[in-house]
């Protein structure tokens, strides 16, 4: 069985990257909790992957004899804190919603001293077991815990930047969500590109590169730009001490998730936003930067320029970026001094 699949798979590596493979092995780390455990559910349902496992320090095997009586083909392994090898072997896609979420009053960054040795931890595990997998960090501080996790990979020598990402996939659908509202049409036909970092003002919303949103001026731009940087905290402060975001970010993580195998499988024209190890601005010491990124088979296949930005977005880009340059050096040094 385990060579008829590795056979499948090099054959269509090397002859038919096109054509659709449809056997991966798809891993969630922090997959008792809430965002973990909706995210399961979705991602049970992609067609894509046929081997599920779900790790948690907590409540994994649970949520996998429970997520397994769904009828799709895929297979559900559960593994508990001791298991994560077993978890990560094999793995082609890891998503990682593993730490604690936000309470009001809190930014992403006080997440960062709890957050940060978790990711490590991670990290080195996914070094240590699947080093050629593609990664999408959720946790936060996400501007944080991609720096921390590419420093694990680099000290193990197994770090390769078109393999890690930073899930910003949220402040899309939101960015979608939020222009559909004002502008009364579909959400599906309203594509937005979000740039920069996961907090907000390091969130960079392009709205005048999308048909809809491009003629939003005055103050109805500024609250809906004001709306897509901090509507994450619109969720805090609505769940009112029991969390953040978990059900939405559940389904922009199998957005993303599903992204990630589309491009594997050899898809062409695969594109999102996402928060990568980046030329952009790197001339100005900002390593890692969200934007357009066309995936394929090993991850990060080109990162695409910002485009035309209107006066608003140069003057949002100015802020996002010595922002984004303190969270980016923050997760460098703590796996550097540790
Ligand atoms: P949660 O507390 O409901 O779940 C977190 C889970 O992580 C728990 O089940 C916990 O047991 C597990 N965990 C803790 N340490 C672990 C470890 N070492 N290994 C494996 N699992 C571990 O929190 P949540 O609401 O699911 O949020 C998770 C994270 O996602 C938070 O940091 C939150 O800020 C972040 N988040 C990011 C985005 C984004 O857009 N990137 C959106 C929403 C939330
Ligand atoms: C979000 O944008 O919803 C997440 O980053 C969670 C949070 O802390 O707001």
Known sequence: MFALRAASKSTLARGFATSARADYRCVVLGAGGGIGQPLSLLLKENPKVTELALYDVRGAPGVAADVSHINTKSKVTGHAAEDIAGALKGADVVIIPAGVPRKPGMTRD???????????????????????????????????????????LKKAGVYDP??????????????SRFVSEIKGNDPKDVKVTVVGGHSGPTIVPLLSQTESSADIKGETYDKLVHRIQFGGDEVVKAKDGA???????????????????????????VVEPTFVESPLF?????????????LGPEGVKKIHPLGKLSAEEETLLKACLPELKKNIEKGVSFVNKA
């Open 282 to 294: 790197s001339g100005e010491g900002i390593v890692y930067f969200s934007s357009n990124v066309e």
């Open 162 to 175: 078109k393999r890690l990402f930073g899930v910003t996939t949220l402040d899309v659908v939101r960015a």
């Open 110 to 152: 006080d997440l960062f001293n709890t957050n940060a040795g978790i990711v490590a931890t991670l990290a080195q595990a996914v070094a240590d077991n699947c080093p050629k997998a593609l990664v999408g960090i959720i946790s936060n501080p996400v501007n944080s815990t991609v720096p921390i996790f590419a420093e694990v």
């Open 243 to 269: 969390g953040s975001a978990t059900l939405s970010m559940a389904y922009a993580g199998a957005r993303f998730a599903g992204a990630l195998l589309r491009g594997l499988d050899g898809e062409a024209g």
